[in-house]
C-alpha cells in the first residue's frame, strides 16, 4: 500500500515527507525532486518568500545508489526563512523571548475554525501549519510518484485555464505534449500567449488594489491503462479519490472531471461517449467523460479542472473581529502571493501523480520495479 505523511510549519525549521510503499529497484535522484521544487516556485504574482528560498531535497533515507530500496523514503526541504522567524518560532518554550499573539481573525483562511477546534489562543499555533507552504513536501512526494509512472509510460502535467477574468482559448486540434511545452515556458503556465497576456494584468491590477485573483487550472495524465480504480465500492472510485486529493489543496473550492458541470446543459445524447471497435479494439472519438467511467479509467487522458479562491491574506484587509477580545479588527496581514494558481496547478499534479501512482501498485502490485514490469506486460 502506497502511502505517505507530511509534516512542518511555514516558517519552522523544515518540511518533511515519508513516503512509504514505493517499490525496490526505481531510478531516483535528489535532481528528479528538485526540478518538481523549482516549478513550484516559478509563476507570475508570487510573493517574497520565493526569493528567499531554495527547495533543495535532502533524500534521508530508502534511496540508496540511485534507485530506491523498497523501505520508506524520507525527505527533508529546509525554511531558509526560518532564519529571520528563530525568535517567533522556537520549539522550547523559552520565557525570554515574548512575542504578541496574533488575534486578528482573516476571513477565508483557518485561522477561526482552526483556533476553535484545537481550543488555540493565537492564530499564529494554525496558520502555520494551514498555510499553503506545506504542499513543498507533497510535490516532493509527488516527484517520486511522477518517476514511478514513467517507467509504464504515464505522465502528468497541468496548464492554467482562467485568472480572473482573462480566460485561454483552447486550441481543439493541438496536441498534449504541445499544450504542455506551450504552459512550461509561460510564467503564468497559460499555453494560450494572448490569453496570458491578459492573466498578467489581471495580477498586476489586484497587486496594485492591495488584492489577490483566483483562477482555474487543469490537469491532464496521457497513458493511463484501462481498469485502474473500481466500480465496486464508492471510496474505490478513481473519480471520487483523484476529486478528493485536489479538493484538500489549499484554495481549491470546486473540481470536475471531464465536461464537469457542463453535463448539466447537454442532453445525454451529446454528453457520452460513443463506442466504436478498430483493429479489435475498443475506441471512442471523444472525451467527455475525462478519461473516466464508473470511477474505472477507460485508456482516454484523464481531463481534471479545479477551481482556486483569492489568496485569503491580502492588503485590502477584510472587515473581522479579535479571536480574544471579539472586536471589530481588519484581518492579519502577512506576506502572501497576489495569484497562487499557477503554482497550484503543479501541486495538483503532485497530488494526482500519487493517487495514480496507488492506484496501479493496487492492480500490478510488486516488490520491486521489475516484478511490476513482469506483471504489466503479461
Known amino acids: 500500500m502506497l502511502r505517505y505523511l507530511t509534516a512542518g510549519e511555514s516558517h519552522g525549521k523544515a518540511l518533511l515527507a515519508i513516503l512509504e510503499g514505493m517499490p525496490a529497484n526505481l531510478k531516483m535522484s ?28 535532502q533524500i534521508l533515507s530508502g534511496v540508496r545508489l540511485g534507485k530506491t530500496l523498497g523501505s520508506p523514503i524520507a525527505m527533508m526541504i529546509e525554511n531558509k526563512d526560518y532564519e529571520n522567524w528563530k525568535k517567533i518560532m522556537p520549539v522550547e518554550d523559552d520565557r525570554t523571548i515574548f512575542q504578541e499573539p496574533v488575534t486578528e481573525l482573516r476571513p477565508g483562511h483557518a485561522d477561526l475554525t482552526g483556533c476553535l477546534k484545537y481550543n488555540q489562543q493565537d492564530i499564529r499555533n ?80 489586484a497587486s496594485k488594489e492591495g488584492d489577490s485573483v483566483g483562477g482555474i487550472f487543469e490537469v491532464i495524465v496521457l497513458g493511463a491503462p484501462v481498469g485502474l480504480g473500481s466500480h465496486v465500492h464508492p471510496d474505490r472510485r478513481l473519480g471520487g479519490i483523484l476529486a478528493g486529493a485536489i479538493m484538500s489543496i489549499n484554495a481549491v473550492k470546486g473540481v470536475e472531471i471531464g465536461l464537469g458541470f457542463s453535463v448539466a446543459s447537454v442532453p445525454g445524447s451529446k454528453a457520452h461517449d460513443e463506442i ?96 511490476i514490469i513482469s506483471r504489466y506486460n503479461k
Open 30 to 57: 535528489s535532481k528528479d525532486i528538485d526540478d518538481e521544487l523549482k516549478r513550484r516556485k516559478l509563476g507570475y504574482g508570487r510573493g517574497g518568500r520565493m526569493a528567499i528560498e531554495t527547495d533543495e531535497v
Open 126 to 205: 494554525v496558520l502555520e501549519r494551514a498555510s499553503a507552504r506545506g504542499t513543498v513536501a507533497l510535490v516532493a512526494i509527488g516527484a517520486i510518484a511522477k518517476k514511478f509512472l514513467s517507467e509504464f509510460g504515464m505522465s502528468v502535467f497541468s496548464h492554467v485555464v482562467q485568472i480572473g477574468e482573462a480566460r485561454a482559448v483552447r486550441d481543439s486540434k493541438a496536441e498534449f505534449e504541445h499544450l504542455r511545452r506551450l504552459a512550461e515556458r509561460s510564467d503564468v503556465r497559460c499555453a494560450d500567449e494572448k490569453a496570458a497576456i491578459q492573466m498578467k494584468n489581471e495580477i498586476d491590477k
Open 276 to 371: 466504436f471497435v478498430e483493429d479489435n479494439k475498443f475506441i471512442r472519438h471523444s472525451n467527455n467523460a475525462g478519461g473516466l467511467e464508473g470511477g474505472i479509467t477507460n485508456g482516454e487522458p484523464i481531463i481534471i479542472r479545479a477551481a482556486v479562491k483569492p489568496v485569503s491574506t491580502i492588503k485590502k484587509s477584510l472587515n473581522s473581529v479579535d479571536l480574544l477580545t471579539k472586536e471589530a479588527v481588519k484581518g492579519h496581514f502577512e506576506r502572501a502571493d497576489v495569484c497562487h494558481v499557477p503554482s497550484a496547478g503543479v501541486i495538483a499534479e503532485a497530488a494526482v501523480a500519487f493517487e495514480m501512482a496507488k492506484a496501479f501498485l493496487e492492480k500490478f502490485g510488486g516488490d520491486s520495479i521489475e516484478e
